[in-house]
């Protein structure tokens, strides 16, 4: 299962060390941090940077909530300006590396609230949380941050009083001269409430590519080759984008019954295959979408036939208020072209039934036709595949396959309509190729899930898809 200066700017003076330099893995799966699980010398943090004063540790002799070894990381809020004026604090630690563009890097581990001393507040954006997040930066000390991915590890929405893991993963830009693996707990008030961590792992493995017909398929020039309607604008603001230079922005028309949408278009012929997929990124740092707000971003392939008449449309959600906050997902959607097809078209829409405010971003879209080499005539795999549940729906236990290119760690779960976890299927380091889990309808603590609709979760350092299935009893 399973520098000389910290260059991330939270407001306040970080800790100066200098950065390490990142040891040549023996293997894709090789754990590049010092001290993953602040074992040294009977409990440290020798190995990582920290900062900010509520970075501590959990050890037999004080709170005693330990996943393995003698020691886990404890961290909770600085109470900066408390109880009088609050001021929003940040600590933690990370540590720093020198990364190799094209690579992608993974941090990974497990996280743990107590409800001896929870974290609050239901409105994650807004409240104490824990973040684990990856960083690039232009320097090796220093600098400016190129791009960025993050991971809510616990906040007031956590399980409480168990070990849960969370993964996240970027890959690493052109001109990064630095990368930094950084656990981060936001303060926004003078809440209570801390937060663990155990057995921190971070990995790096060689991107996949998808042969992709797409054109400008991640906004390197803008919106350049896409056909656009409604409110769709290109970021590149480092928090917005997953690779450089560009990512696209879109938002409710606040028009009933018209979405915001982009797309393109390609000829094509009756029987041919294609996947439409995309990263999607719904983020505290500007327009949030989760509570009642009921809009969502979907992935669309549409077939044309010569008198430009749709004759058949597949749509699969990129984003909706169930979308994780704060980190870039994947999704899928497959279609087949039914007879009379001449035109495949791909968009990208922002659907708005109650006109909320709020935005998604994209970036690195693809459109492929799956087993067909690209350009250059080498076969790329697709990097993630997850199916359809059998049965679905379903009484005692349903089976999911699930299949990955590379070996990396995965993390398959099952989800309720709210977004807490029911049960983890599998955590820890997956072989390539095919795999089968099995869901008996229980929860982590073994007890009877009750009949509803469950979505089931595969993160990779690839990305992430899923799926729904619905438990009858």
């Given amino acids: 299962m399973r520098h000389r200066f910290v260059g991330f700017c939270v407001g306040i003076t970080l800790m100066c060390l200098a950065a390490a330099t990142m040891p040549t893995p023996s293997g894709a799966v090789t754990n590049l941090l010092a001290n993953p699980g602040f074992e040294s010398a009977g409990g440290s943090y020798s190995g990582w940077f920290t900062f900010g004063s509520g970075v501590q540790l959990s050890t037999p002799a004080t709170d005693n909530i330990i996943r393995t070894g003698v020691a886990a990381a404890k961290i909770y809020g600085g109470f900066t300006g408390c109880p009088g004026a609050p001021l929003f604090s940040v600590g933690g630690f990370g540590q720093a590396f020198t990364p190799t563009a094209g690579k992608t890097y993974e941090f990974s581990g497990f996280g743990y609230v107590a409800s001896t001393d929870p974290l609050s507040g239901s409105d994650v954006c807004n409240s104490n949380r824990l973040l684990a997040k990856i960083v690039f930066f232009n320097a090796a000390t220093g600098g400016s941050e190129l791009q960025s991915n993050e991971i809510v590890v616990a906040s007031g929405a956590s399980i409480k009083n168990q070990w849960y893991p969370f993964t996240v993963s970027a890959p690493a830009p052109t001109g990064a001269l630095r990368v930094e693996a950084l656990f981060l707990f936001l303060q926004p008030g003078c809440d209570t409430g801390s937060a663990f961590v155990d057995d921190a792992s971070f990995t790096v493995n060689a991107t996949v590519p998808n042969p992709n017909v797409l054109v400008n398929p991640s906004f390197t020039t803008g919106l350049t080759g896409w056909s656009t309607f409604g409110n769709v604008f290109t970021d590149a603001r480092s928090f917005a984008v997953r690779t450089r230079t560009g990512c696209a922005k879109l938002f409710s028309t606040f028009v009933a019954d018209t979405p915001s949408g982009m797309y393109q278009s390609f000829a094509t012929t009756p029987g041919t295959s294609w996947e439409f997929g995309a990263y999607a990124l719904n983020t505290c740092q500007e327009g949030p979408i989760n509570g009642v707000n009921d809009n969502q971003m979907l992935a669309t392939i549409t077939f044309r036939n010569a008198f430009n008449v749709d004759i058949g449309s597949t749509s699969a959600v990129l984003g909706d208020k169930n979308t994780r906050l704060g980190t870039w997902t994947r999704n899928t959607v497959s279609a087949t072209a039914p007879a009379g097809t001449a035109k495949i078209e791909a968009y990208i829409l922002f659907v708005s039934p109650s006109l909320f405010g709020g935005s998604f971003f994209v970036d690195d879209v693809w459109l492929r036709r799956p087993g067909v080499t690209d350009v250059a005539g080498a076969p790329r795999p697709n990097a993630l595949e997850l199916r359809a549940a059998a049965p679905n729906p379903f009484l005692n236990s349903t089976r999911i396959e699930y299949s990955i290119a ?57 990305g992430r898809m899923e799926r729904s299935v619905v438990l009858s009893r």
């Fill in 406 to 462: 590379q070996e990396s760690m995965a993390d398959l779960s099952v989800y309720d309509i709210t977004g807490r976890r029911v049960e983890t299927l599998f955590h820890g380091q997956a072989n390539p190729g095919p795999h089968v889990a099995i869901w008996d309808g229980r929860s982590n603590d073994g007890r009877l899930a009750p009949t509803g609709i469950y979505r089931y979760v595969l993160q990779t350092a690839a």
